[in-house]
């Protein structure tokens, strides 16, 4: 899987610590994954922007707009995340000053338990894609990895 590139805008220079917006779905109305996932990427050193549970595709194109993050993170748990995922990274993408920003998606993608969503959302347009069934490290292990990639890139 490669590593995102970073998303063209009026952000400040990278200081080794990421700006990462969480979010929800539009129909995923769970909250605690949202705070474990806040509460371990600021344990990781991260600035994180926490936006919600239930959140329309208007609304997280206009936080990204404002905030500019070096990463979105979006967590599912209902198993609506493949669907709502799809439709949402669409509308994201569409959008030219957007186009390029670095977004994933993870946790309940599907309400059948099956790990055949990572390739339809990566093909939608998300950078990756982590499953439940896979733990928490391979997340982890890609936000510690995207800075430097992100660092590499700018010096290539």
């Not at 705070?35 to 050193?45: C, R, S, T, W, Y």
């Amino acid at each position: 899987m490669a590593l995102p590139s970073p998303a063209q805008g009026s952000r400040p220079a990278h200081t080794g610590k990421q700006r990462v917006l969480v979010s929800s779905t539009s129909s995923d109305s769970h909250t605690w994954n949202l705070v474990f996932l806040q509460l371990m990427l600021e344990e990781m050193g991260n600035q994180v922007i926490n936006i919600g549970a239930c959140v329309p595709d208007e609304l997280l194109i206009a936080e990204c707009r404002r905030h500019r993050p070096d990463v979105v993170v979006i967590s599912s748990v209902n198993g609506h995340g493949f669907l709502d995922g799809k439709r949402m990274i669409g509308r994201l993408r569409a959008e030219p000053d957007l186009a390029r920003m670095p977004v994933v998606i993870g946790g309940k993608l599907g309400t059948r338990g099956s790990s055949v969503f990572g390739r339809h959302l990566m093909d939608a347009g998300f950078d990756a894609v982590f499953e439940d069934s896979a733990g928490i490290e391979p997340f982890r292990s890609y936000l510690e990895l995207a800075p430097h990639a992100a660092e590499l890139e700018a010096t290539a």
